[in-house]
């Protein structure tokens, strides 16, 4: 890099901007962080350096594996948690490193590189400044606007401040915009020598670290992604990690969402453990995650929480990987364990149908406990979800496997609607009968809420109000609420929260379908609707559950209950994983305060 001496005068215009060019400049140069990466070998040991700011190490002697983070100050390498830069580079599925790999990378390093030069402690500081002048002023008689906008002029330095941090990221990296009649900066590094440096990364990982016993346990876990951090943290603990993969292989799943400490115990899937109301499960530690967010947890829901009856745990201990990661991925709920046993299947029920089903039954279970029947209507649930069994059991004898995994993958219509119905009428009428069929309980619940939409599509805008007739205690409920993903566009489509319980009763009315008796649930806090549209127009309406401090996707509908597009299925998803954010990132400071 060119000397930083020579950028000390106020090329910006501030001395306190040039001083922080300089100081990014010096950090930058002598911490060599524009080699993008390195891999050196000696006969005891793998290194590869990203960026020359964080580092992976792999003995070959012992197979332990380590991930460090470079201080700037003095050039030493300190042990973290592999997250960051490492989360970043995917190395499962080999095809999905993409050009956008290479922003997040560079953006990970500017921001080490940052607070390395103390820049946002200097920002915070001169933006302090800034509004003390600005409230002085406006106590003196002065307009708020004009107030700001003069002591924006008396504190320049700010401003300068953010110009100095773009020119400094553009010297390292190149720009993408120009700036007037001058062209986008090419930098030292651009961003296609970022991309393959990464690729070089990976491919490294591949020669020098790939554990293939180690890799393949991490895909028992979650088959569809796997990061660089990923590998690393079960790699941590790799010992533990290949002891249950080979005594319980089936159970794997469960490792991401118990802390690592427990891993290797022997006892660790014991029923006594399990089923223990005061054993581990309740312990500090075993729900402790050290690093939350890796793709093998999947945005896994709730806590771990003991088991009421040995029956519901073996339930669980004897399932297929796939059944228990269905469970796991959802709330952890015993009591959808104990409703499983209940139910029995029948021992050639194809694996990928049981899934289904635990994930219904946790639906289920949501929707049943908040009216607080779940005992009351057990018998009524085990005869809904056996209808249910049957009638893919029916599918496989008479189209086959194949033709079977399809229709659950296309055709699928779910339980979702067919428990709004039980839920609000059914139960109370003793149905499903005993001997129900699939068909038969869909046909009334559709009947239902061909009935329940013609309601709604019967209220005046201004009576929407009268809803409250069909449920009289949400009289005392509030009518507005606040949604923690605010109105925005995602992939081309307009996604709209509905805040007020009227909005909520009126989309059921103008999409035929039963969201308007979710209003309730959105005044307390329990559920979220949102109104999600296409370019072209088309609509679905979107609803989730607000549950055990996360967000969960309940149902997605078009007009009458159709089936969305696949676009506005994809925008639905991403709605609840910004939802699950947006509540872990508000409840961060609690956490960390408990």
Same mark, same amino acid.
């Given at each position: 890099m060119e000397d930083p001496k020579k950028e000390t005068k106020s090329r910006f215009g501030s001395k306190i901007a040039s001083e922080m060019y300089a100081r990014l400049k010096r950090i930058s140069s002598e911490s060599k962080v524009l080699k993008v990466y390195e891999v050196e070998t000696t006969e005891t040991e793998v290194r590869i350096k990203i960026f020359n700011s964080w580092l992976l190490t792999r003995d070959l002697r012992t197979e332990a594996v380590g991930a460090f983070e470079r201080d700037y100050r003095d050039g030493s390498w300190y042990p973290v948690e592999p997250s960051g830069i490492f989360h970043s580079i995917p190395v499962w599925p080999i095809h999905n490193l993409r050009s956008g790999v290479a922003s997040g990378a560079k953006k990970l390093l500017l921001d080490k590189l940052y607070a390395a030069a103390d820049f946002h402690e200097t920002r915070d500081g001169l933006a302090a400044q800034r509004t003390a002048e600005s409230n002085r002023l406006e106590r003196e008689g002065m307009n708020r606007n004009a107030a700001f906008e003069l002591a924006l002029e008396r504190h320049p330095d700010l401003h300068r401040l953010e110009i100095a941090k773009t020119a400094f990221a553009n010297k390292l990296f190149g720009s993408t915009y120009a700036q007037g009649k001058k062209k986008p900066t090419k930098g030292y590094v651009g961003h296609d020598a970022v991309y393959n440096a990464l690729k070089g990364v990976r491919a490294a990982f591949f020669r020098q670290f790939k554990d293939p016993e180690l890799f393949r346990a991490i895909l028992a876990m979650n088959h569809k992604s796997m990061t660089l951090g990923d590998y690393l943290y079960f790699a941590a603990n790799r010992e533990a990690v290949l002891k249950v993969w080979k005594e319980r292989r089936n159970l794997v799943p469960l490792l991401p969402y118990i802390g690592r400490d427990y891993w290797g115990g022997d006892e660790l899937f014991s029923t006594a453990n399990w089923t223990a109301q005061a054993g581990p499960l309740v312990s500090p530690g075993f729900n402790s995650i050290a690093v939350r967010g890796l793709p093998s947890q999947n945005a896994g829901r709730g806590m771990f929480s003991p088991f009421?009856?040995?029956? $519901?745990y073996q339930w669980l201990a004897r399932s297929k990987n796939t059944v228990v990661k269905t469970w796991a991925r959802a709330r952890k709920d015993p009591q @959808? $364990?104990?409703?499983?046993?209940?139910?029995?299947?029948?021992? =050639? !029920?194809?694996?990928? @149908?049981?899934?289904?089903? @635990? =994930?219904?039954? =946790?639906g289920a279970l949501l929707k049943i406990r908040r009216e607080e029947q779940i005992g009351e209507h057990r018998q009524r649930v085990i005869r809904t979800f056996r209808a249910y069994a049957a009638h893919w059991a029916a599918v496989r004898k008479e189209r086959g496997y194949r033709q079977m995994i399809t229709a659950l993958t296309y055709e699928n219509q779910g339980t979702g609607d067919v428990f709004d119905y039980l839920v609000n009428e059914g139960f109370a009428q003793d149905l499903p009968a005993r001997n129900a069929t699939w068909a038969s309980i869909l046909r009334r619940s559709d009947e239902w809420h061909r009935r329940i939409a013609e309601r709604y599509r019967n209220l005046a805008p201004a009576a929407y109000g009268v809803y409250q007739a069909v449920r009289p205690d949400d009289e005392n409920l509030p009518r507005e609420w606040t949604s923690l993903v605010p109105e925005q566009t995602i992939l081309d489509c307009r996604v709209r929260p509905l805040g007020k319980y009227d909005d909520v009763v009126a989309e059921g009315g103008e999409m035929a379908h039963c969201v308007g008796s979710y209003a309730a649930q959105c005044a307390r806090d329990s #559920?979220?609707? #949102?109104?999600? !549209?296409?370019p072209d127009g088309a609509r679905a309406t979107l609803g989730f559950w607000l549950h055990d401090g996360s967000a969960r996707f309940d149902q997605l509908q078009g007009y009458g209950n159709s089936r969305p597009s696949d676009l506005l299925q994809k @925008?639905?998803?991403k709605v609840v994983a910004l939802y699950a954010e947006a509540i872990a990132a508000e409840r961060g400071p609690e956490r960390e305060a408990a």
């Open positions: 009421a009856s040995v029956k $519901a @959808v $364990a104990e409703f499983m046993a209940e139910l029995n299947l029948p021992k =050639d !029920t194809a694996v990928l @149908v049981i899934a289904n089903i @635990v =994930d219904q039954m =946790d #559920y979220r609707v #949102y109104s999600i !549209t296409e @925008v639905g998803h």
